[in-house]
Each structure stands twice: as structure tokens, then as C-alpha cells.
């Protein structure tokens, strides 16, 4: 008798050789593959993003829309492009063909964004990003009884901080009221001091600002001049001056308009255990392990704690990885289950060591698996589908060695010839066991 079947049971110093070397193997490749919750999948879009600040969703299509969809139209692979013109900025959104070279196509749509001089001049830069599948990984919350302003700066304190732990890069704030500066003029003003409204809107315009200003060549060097006048909050627009009289004084922004620095007027309710909150989602992207990432944010969560103020408090909460070590877990139950079963159901009717060397089996074909996804660095993650996969599994790789153990005793009992009867026995339903896992994989693979 010839065959793999026949040549391993014929040298067992090789067999068990192959089983230890292929056990230790996923034991390693554990660490280094991909956990998420839930597979990704390639997007294959990016987006073309301008802001447009003060102008209207018609100024933002004839000015902005319009010209990025003629400069990226014709770009190799476009399957669809979608724009939507919003009030201060144009997003356009370009769908590609599966298998296209993304990197290639950003990079192209880049250069001919870029190359358009047409654009308002007050629109600003334009950003072209792909968009990267995403998953949440887990929450943190803060809240307390404090200042509406003093909870967005710890909250954007605490992201910093979370996002210096390292390995995590997407974070995103929810139920946060975004800042905003009014001014508010003053008709009597404006009369006072001969100005109009237009003449309030060019200065704070034209003023507020930074502006490159050359270059300088000194005998030490080159120096780069910059006008550095861009407002930042209400007290630097209160002192933009609106006009400088012959005798020397000025006229301030402060002094014609009332300026105030706050939030904007947005309908948002962020409330945790009845009290305001704003709350950090934190998410897996590309080949980060989002049990890692949980883990690191606990550890932090816990840490913060105890440096934050009295009355404040700080909740990680909505974590993927419990669910994801859930269905681990779950596996390895089934996985001594099912050798449990093994060896009860053959030593019922068999000999005892027959069941634990078939039981032997069960791991190596497990952690055989995990070593091949590493070695040849398929795309396949630990998450749920894959667990799911690995569970159904279980039940046939149970199934398929009690059958084969049983033929193998059944024709040694039958021609007693030994390792020949135990090699014709595997051989009789080696065909059978394997187009019968063929045919689930068929079953349950992609269509």
C-alpha cells in the first residue's frame, strides 16, 4: 500500500515529528494574526473633500462640485462617483472597481485636485483620503457635574492621551457641540463710527489670517517672513481693528460688535447614568488587534480614574472583545467536548488508546490551520465569521474521526494483518471524509 496515509503510518518518528512542529507553529501564528471583530472588507473609494466656509450648497456645486467631478471623471477603474454640496463644504465621493490599485488612483486624484485654479478664493485646501474600513472596538465615557467647555477639553485631554497608548489611530467624539464665535453688530455702532456691514465683513475677512510674506537673504541665512494674524478665539476678534483714525486711534472690532465665544446652538443630548457626557468611540482599523486595543483602554480607564477631578468619572463600556472572547471561549468548549466525546464513544466499544490517538488529531488539524494562514499570510482574521467557521468544524472533524478510527479497528479485526489492515482501514474512507468536508466548504464558502 502506497500514499501520505501509508508512508506516515510506516514511520511514526516522522508523524509525531510533523505533529509537534505543526502544534507549535499555531501556537506562534496565534499571536501574529488579525483579531476584529468582524471581518474588513476593502472599501475602494475615497472621498474629495473642500471646505467652502460662508457660502451656500449652489455657490459650493458651481464653484467647487462641478470641477473636481471634471478633473477626476475620467480616472482608470471609476465605478461611481457620488458629490454632495453642503453649506460651507463640497464632498465628493468616488466608488471604484473591485481590484483597483487605490494607492495609484488617490494619488492621481490628488495630483489633478490639486491642479485646479479655478477654485473661490476663499475656499480652503482640498483633502483627498481613501476611506479605510472601520470597527469599534470599544467606548469611553466622561461624566460629571462640569462646565460644558471644561468636559470638551478634558475629553479631547483624554483622547490625546488615549491615542499616545499606541495602536489605536481612530478616535471620534460623540455628543460634542462643536465651538463657534458670533458676532453680533450693532447698528447704532457701525452709525457712530461711519462704517456699514460689508466694511465690518472685509476686515474680519482680510485680517483675520495668516500670510506668507517672502523671503529675506541675510548673510547668516534665508529667513522666511509670515504675518501671523489669524483670530482664534473672541478676545483676538475683539481687538481686529476695523479703522485707524488720522489722530492715532483705532476702532476695534469690540467696540461695534458684541462677540461671544461659546458653542454652537445644536440640538445634542449626551447624558451617561443621568448626567452630561461626551464619549470617545474608539475604533479598529486595518490589521489592528482589538483585543489589544481593548485591553490597553481598560488599563488606561483605570489609571484615569483616580487622577480625575471630584465629581468626574470615566466609563469604558460597548467592548467588542468581550463578545469576541465569548465565541473563543466557546470554541474551546466545544473543542473538549467534542474530544470528550471521542474518547467515550470509542472506548465504549474499542480500545482506550485508539480514542486518544484519534483525539490527537483534533489539535493539529486546529492549530495546522492557524499555522497556514500565517505562513502564507492569507487574508483571513480571528473574528466571528472565522469562529463560527472553526466551531462547524469541530462537529465534522469529530465526526470524520470516529468513522475513520472504526474502519481502521473494523478491518483489523476482520484480516488481523495488522499495520496493513490499519492502513487499508484509513484508505477505505479517506475519499468519502474528504469530499464530505469539500462539499461544506462549498457550502459555506464565497460565492
Not at 461711519?194 to 548673510?219: K, Q
Not at 497556514?372 to 499570510?377: A, E, K, M, V
Amino acid at each position: 500500500m502506497r500514499g501520505p496515509v501509508a508512508w506516515m503510518a510506516r514511520n511514526p518518528v516522522a508523524a509525531n515529528l510533523l505533529l509537534i512542529v505543526v502544534v507549535l507553529f499555531g501556537l506562534f501564528s496565534i499571536d501574529g494574526l488579525d483579531k476584529e471583530f468582524f471581518p474588513s472588507f476593502p472599501t475602494e473609494t475615497f472621498t474629495v473633500t473642500v471646505p467652502y466656509p460662508g457660502s451656500s450648497p449652489e455657490e459650493v456645486e458651481r464653484g467647487i462640485v462641478l470641477r473636481i467631478e471634471e478633473a477626476v471623471r475620467d480616472i482608470p477603474g471609476i465605478k461611481e462617483i457620488r458629490s454632495e454640496a453642503r453649506e460651507g463644504s463640497a464632498i465628493v465621493t468616488v466608488q471604484m472597481n473591485p481590484g483597483s490599485d487605490m494607492t495609484k488612483a488617490v494619488n492621481l486624484a490628488k495630483v489633478r485636485v490639486d491642479g485646479i485654479a479655478s477654485f473661490p478664493a476663499d475656499a480652503e485646501e482640498p483633502i483627498v483620503e481613501e476611506i479605510e474600513f472601520s470597527t469599534r472596538a470599544i467606548r469611553v465615557s466622561l461624566y460629571g457635574d462640569i462646565d460644558a467647555r471644561k468636559l470638551k477639553e478634558l475629553t479631547e485631554r483624554v483622547r490625546e492621551e488615549i491615542l499616545a497608548l499606541g495602536n489605536i489611530s481612530e478616535i471620534s467624539v460623540i455628543g460634542e457641540q462643536n465651538y463657534e464665535i458670533s458676532i453680533e453688530l450693532s447698528d447704532a455702532q457701525l452709525r457712530l463710527y461711519g462704517l456699514s456691514f460689508d466694511d465690518v465683513v472685509t476686515v474680519v475677512r482680510s485680517r483675520s489670517r495668516d500670510l506668507p510674506g517672502g523671503t529675506m537673504r541675510t548673510d547668516s541665512g534665508a529667513i522666511t517672513l509670515r504675518s501671523v494674524s489669524q483670530a482664534y478665539n473672541g478676545r483676538e476678534f475683539e481687538q481686529l481693528t476695523l479703522l485707524t483714525r488720522p489722530d492715532g486711534t483705532r476702532i476695534q472690532l469690540g467696540d461695534v460688535a458684541e462677540v461671544r465665544d461659546d458653542f454652537a446652538d445644536q440640538p445634542v443630548l449626551s447624558l451617561v447614568n443621568g448626567q452630561p457626557a461626551l464619549t470617545l468611540d474608539i475604533e479598529r482599523v486595518g490589521g489592528q488587534d482589538v483585543l489589544k486595543i481593548t485591553e490597553l483602554v481598560r488599563d488606561y480607564v483605570q489609571r484615569k480614574q483616580d487622577e480625575l477631578p471630584d465629581g468626574i468619572s470615566i466609563l469604558a463600556w460597548s467592548d467588542a472583545s468581550i463578545t469576541l472572547k465569548s465565541r473563543i471561549s466557546l470554541m474551546l468548549r466545544n473543542a473538549a467536548q467534542g474530544g470528550i466525546l471521542v474518547i467515550i464513544a470509542l472506548a465504549q466499544c474499542r480500545d482506550l488508546a485508539i480514542a486518544f490517538c484519534v483525539v490527537l488529531g483534533l489539535p493539529f488539524e486546529v492549530f495546522g490551520c492557524l499555522a497556514t494562514l500565517q505562513i502564507f499570510n492569507l487574508p483571513v482574521s480571528i473574528n466571528m465569521l472565522s469562529h463560527f467557521g472553526f466551531i462547524l468544524v469541530l462537529g465534522l472533524l469529530v465526526d470524520d474521526a470516529i468513522v475513520t478510527a472504526e474502519s481502521a479497528y473494523a478491518r483489523l479485526e476482520r484480516d488481523g494483518d495488522g499495520l496493513n489492515s490499519i492502513i487499508g482501514g484509513v484508505q477505505r474512507v479517506a475519499t468519502a471524509t474528504i469530499f464530505g468536508a469539500l462539499t461544506t466548504v462549498v457550502a459555506f464558502g464565497p460565492s
